[in-house]
């Protein structure tokens, strides 16, 4: 940022009722606002390596003005586009960094009450006690449990593989 180096692109999916959900770049818009709110100080700068152990208090009102008046470029997956198309985007945006799993794609893709319910079941101190976890997943691999176990319980005669492509609540059911 204060180097003036482009920041990747970030991209947003939107909802049916306007609001975006981050598709790419979670990681930098946490840093970003964690560094800015003073939660942890730079280190292994080599360009500007003055500032290594610096929090963004310890900038100069010229550093911090340059940090916060940076541009981030920001790209927008109407709720108009089609399923498949922002499965694909998805699966193409999470080929390098640290990748989606499936249940997450599935996640910013598909909203609505079936995720929530998913949410909901994962939190269940039986289902916990199963698993013999305190907690849900943060990666929501206990959601994908409970999706694989529901679709399959109700469409299990369809299936058709693969699981990871959009159909019936992510896997090819027709």
């Known amino acids: 940022m204060l180097l003036n180096i482009p920041v990747p692109n970030l ?4 909802d049916d009722d306007k609001t ?3 598709v790419d770049g979670q990681q930098r818009l946490t840093a970003l606002h964690h560094f800015q709110e003073n ?3 730079l280190k ?3 360009s500007l390596s003055a500032l290594n152990g610096k929090r963004f208090e310890d ?3 010229r550093q911090q003005r ?9 790209l927008v997956i109407s709720a108009r586009s089609d399923s498949e198309i ?3 985007v998805f699966e193409r945006l999470n080929q390098g960094g640290v990748p989606l799993n499936a249940q997450e794609v599935r996640h910013c893709v598909y ?3 079936l995720n929530d319910l998913l949410h909901q079941l994962a939190k269940d101190p039986n289902w916990l006690s199963i698993l013999g976890k305190d907690e849900p997943s943060p990666r929501m691999t206990d959601c994908e449990l409970i999706l694989r176990f529901l679709s399959f319980r109700d469409k299990g005669k369809g299936y058709s593989p693969p699981l990871n492509r959009p159909g019936f609540s992510g896997g090819c059911f027709r």
Do not use: M, W, Y
Not at 11 to 14: C, G, R, S, V
């Open 59 to 61: 900038l100069t009102d």
């Open 20 to 22: 975006k959900v981050v």
């Open 11 to 14: 991209f947003f999916a939107e």
């Open 44 to 46: 292994g700068l080599e």
């Open 39 to 41: 939660r942890f100080p």
């Open 66 to 74: 340059i940090f916060n008046n940076r541009t981030l470029r920001c």
């Open 86 to 88: 922002r499965f694909q």
């Open 111 to 113: 909203r609505g009450s």
